[in-house]
């Protein structure tokens, strides 16, 4: 069965350092896709980044990056220089190739302190 | 674009009663997603769209939810009987559907439902 792990449930960092979030998820597939999405405090969810299971390399966009360890089946989100506006509610999700739902982990809330 | 549209924002309902939640997905995209969300279970699958043909409904409730999409503009999730304990925040999302399963959701703004 799909599932997906947040362990952390709230982190508070300062302005413009750099932050780590963890994810971890169980599958019988050997060809998926993650997610990371970002719900802010007005409710809407956007896609961040995604990390192809086949990919060796780790997907970057902005300032978004992703630690992507197969064996250990984890995807943490890296955030560096982060900003106030970054403070939101972080969530992992998985999809197997060819499958239907989406599986997102309870999120993790980051708070961005100045 | 104006993205996945999702009306009313706020729905209040005795219990009891019926519940229909609508939902407009971004033109062109061929798969919707509904979810559920409360502060206990996070985002809850519930059931999913392709083509405007239902696929995999194994999140939803057995007795009282039905989600239907008529026309590829738009889908409905209706609760009979509506209980405190579907008290949450019901979100539609839609994606483009390729071949393989990578393609980002885009997410409306969700439906809040409270059953007093």
């Known amino acids: 069965a799909q599932k997906v792990t947040q362990t952390q449930t709230s982190i508070s960092v300062m302005e413009k350092t750099t932050v780590t979030m963890d994810c971890v998820y169980e599958t019988q597939d050997s060809s998926y896709f993650l997610f990371w999405y970002k719900q802010t405090a007005s409710g809407e969810i956007v896609f961040l980044i995604r990390?192809?299971?086949?990919?060796?390399e780790n997907a970057t966009v902005g300032h978004y990056s992703l630690n992507f360890q197969k064996p250990k089946s984890s995807i943490g989100l890296i955030i560096t220089a982060t900003q106030i506006e970054d403070s939101a509610v972080y969530f992992c999700a998985m999809r197997y190739t060819n499958a239907y739902k989406v599986i997102f982990g309870k999120g993790t809330h980051l708070h961005v302190l100045p | 674009n104006a993205g996945v549209i999702q009306t009313p924002r706020h729905k209040v309902t005795g219990k009891g009663q019926e519940a229909t939640l609508w939902c407009e997905p971004i033109?062109?995209?061929?798969?919707v997603f509904w979810y559920r969300q409360t502060i206990v279970q996070g985002l809850e699958f519930l059931t999913y769209f392709r083509n405007q043909a239902p696929i995999d409904d194994s999140g939803m409730p057995k007795e009282r939810f039905s989600a239907q999409m008529p026309n590829q503009s738009h889908s409905t999730l209706k609760i009979q009987s509506t209980q405190p304990q579907d008290s949450a925040v019901y979100l539609c999302?839609?994606?483009?559907?390729?071949?393989?399963?990578?393609?980002?959701?885009?997410f409306g703004h969700g439906t809040k439902l409270s059953v007093l």
């Open positions: 990390q192809d299971s086949y990919k060796k």
């Open positions: 033109s062109g995209h061929s798969a």
């Open positions: 999302a839609s994606s483009l559907e390729q071949q393989i399963s990578n393609e980002r959701l885009f």
